[in-house]
């Protein structure tokens, strides 16, 4: 499929919530309250892609995916929001769910991060860093597969792409235990979010297929 991006950009950085961010300049795109880690970020665009944490601007589980008062947080950056569901009295946006499935590789929309660095192809940046995004722990380690095609993905695609571990991520998943995990499904999926949305999953196997990338 043909893909309109765009007019082309110079540099994004992704951060995520790990204590140690390397080299970070051009737009800032970062998580939910990276404010508690992170203070001194500027960020332009917060994510906060998770289902159910909020509706109709009330929190609903502040020991989940929030600290303090994070609606002040939020006003006081001046960033855009990019969200699922309405968050009231915040500069909020939505992502583009059918774009996204359009576009990127079947498995690749499994993570808030590989959806972030879609998106930043999709805005046209030609240079995209991704760092504090460590993923080497718990259930964050089923998220590196769909990370790892979407970086491929955007490489190919004439993005000069950079992040802290990848060569961890390629080298320490070859020891999962894929018999304890499900397949994968786009991340709204997993999440339950839109009935509409495709329901092909992406197979163990080609999840490990990722592990070679």
């Not at 030609?126 to 769909?146: F, S």
């Not at 792409?161 to 991520?169: A, C, G, L, M, P």
């Not at 235990?177 to 163990?204: C, N, P, R």
């Amino acid at each position: 499929m043909s893909v309109t991006r765009l007019p082309l950009s110079a540099r994004l950085t992704i951060c995520g919530l790990y204590p140690k961010l390397t080299d970070v300049s051009g737009e800032v795109w970062t998580l939910n309250d990276w404010y508690v880690r992170h203070p001194d970020l500027k960020p332009a665009k917060i994510f906060n892609i998770h289902k159910s944490e909020y509706a109709g601007g009330e929190l609903l589980n502040s020991a989940k995916r929030f600290t303090g008062d994070w609606k002040e947080e939020y006003r006081k950056s001046g960033a855009k929001i990019v969200c699922l569901e309405p968050i009231d009295g915040l500069d909020s946006t939505y992502i583009d769910i059918k774009l996204l499935e359009e576009t990127f590789p079947l498995g690749s929309l499994s993570a808030s991060m590989s959806i972030m660095v879609g998106m930043g192809y999709l805005q046209g940046f030609t240079h995209i860093h991704l760092t504090g995004c460590r993923l080497m722990g718990g259930g964050y380690v089923y998220e590196i597969p769909g990370l790892l095609a979407m970086i491929k993905f955007v490489r190919e695609h004439g993005v000069h792409f950079t992040t802290d571990y990848e060569s961890d991520w390629k080298r320490d998943l070859t020891n999962i235990d894929w018999s304890t995990i499900k397949a994968k499904t786009t991340y709204w999926e997993q999440m339950e979010i839109g009935a509409e949305v495709g329901s092909i999953k992406l197979s163990l196997q080609e999840m490990q297929s990722r592990c070679t990338i």
